[in-house]
């Protein structure tokens, strides 16, 4: 027998996860080449560890997992807040709760993991490719070797920088989702409440992930 619950976790990794990949991968790219570039400007690129040390500082520790959990704020994010609202206007929730469906077990946890799970696995996906992209144009403009910078990036890379990398994309997952489905069952009455929650939902969700990528930069910063 199906379950349920399963089945509405595995929809939400396939829509806020596996669909957002293309533009994961091109935002990724281009953001290494972006960094190379501005790097190449300013010190140059003939230090292979200088480099790899602010590519893997930015990538791992704030860009990957921020544009990652704007990518899933503007997909995903506004989809659930949208949906959320639209059902309980609906009486949606009310027909889910009288066949004895756990609205919690059914719409709130699957999205919430859903969230979490997708967030880390787009994180590293848009750092491996940000990594290479960045890597080798920098090669390209430096003429040292792409295998020189992978060396660079195996000796800089550090286990605090992967801890703080998961537990930014882990929190930015659960805070999106969790504002999304906050404001989408908030709504009262009225249709219009619909867009307003789903805006809502950006603008809260964007200022707790600049708030708590400030926190958690503190922390880091107390505990190096």
């Known amino acids: 027998m199906r379950d349920p619950r399963a089945e509405a976790l595995l929809r939400q990794i396939y829509f806020t996860g596996i669909q957002a990949l293309p533009a994961i991968t091109a935002t990724g790219l281009l953001i290494g080449l972006i960094i190379i570039l501005q790097i190449s400007s300013i010190a140059g690129t003939q230090s292979s560890t200088t480099v790899t ?7 791992l520790r704030e860009l990957g997992p921020f544009f990652t959990g704007l990518i ?4 995903s994010g506004t989809a659930i807040s949208t949906e959320l609202s639209t ?3 609906n009486r949606e929730l009310l027909y889910l709760e009288a066949m004895g469906i756990r609205i919690d077990d059914y719409l709130i946890i699957p999205r919430l993991l859903g969230a979490m799970t997708s967030a880390v696995i787009l994180s590293i996906y848009f750092q491996l490719f940000a990594l290479f992209g960045g890597l080798t144009l920098a090669s390209l403009l430096s003429n040292i070797p792409f295998s020189e910078y992978g060396e660079a990036i195996i000796e800089n890379f550090t286990f605090q920088e992967l801890i703080i990398s998961f537990s930014k994309s882990l929190i930015f997952g659960l805070t999106i989702s969790g504002v999304s489905i906050w404001q989408g069952l908030s709504v009262k009455k ?3 409440e619909i867009p307003q929650r789903a805006t809502k939902a950006v603008t809260g969700s964007l200022f707790l992930l600049f708030l708590l990528d400030v926190i958690i930069n503190l922390i880091a910063a107390v505990f190096k």
């Open 72 to 75: 899933i704020l503007t997909r």
């Open 53 to 59: 040390k602010i590519l893997l500082w930015l990538t």
């Open 87 to 89: 059902m309980k206007l």
């Open 190 to 192: 009225s249709p219009t």
